[in-house]
């Protein structure tokens, strides 16, 4: 089966909600303008190919999350790392 950004995108989101980061990459402020959303994890298509989770950084930077994967690679590694948090809230009930 082939693997589509739009259910990279919709883990992606859930991973936010999961892990109480921002659900959106910018928010608006008072002044009308765009601010990053620290800790907010998104999807990154790299120029050579392949694609990686990252995260917004305080000031807007990022940071790698994941290295470069397919599609199929990076929905499996994403599937790991939210399974891996559910267990951990298990735990610790």
Known sequence: MKITIKE???KIHYL???TGQPET???PTE??????QAGHYFLQ?????????????EGGGETDIM?????AEL??????????FNLGKEAQK
């Open 45 to 57: 298509q790299p120029g050579g190919g392949g694609y990686r989770l990252c995260q917004l950084c």
């Open 67 to 71: 290295g470069i994967y397919t599609r």
């Open 75 to 84: 929905h499996a590694c994403l599937s790991a790392l939210i399974m891996g």
């Open 25 to 27: 990459f910018y928010r």
């Open 16 to 18: 936010n909600k999961l």
């Open 31 to 36: 002044s009308s303008r765009l601010e990053a």
């Open 8 to 10: 990279i995108e919709n």
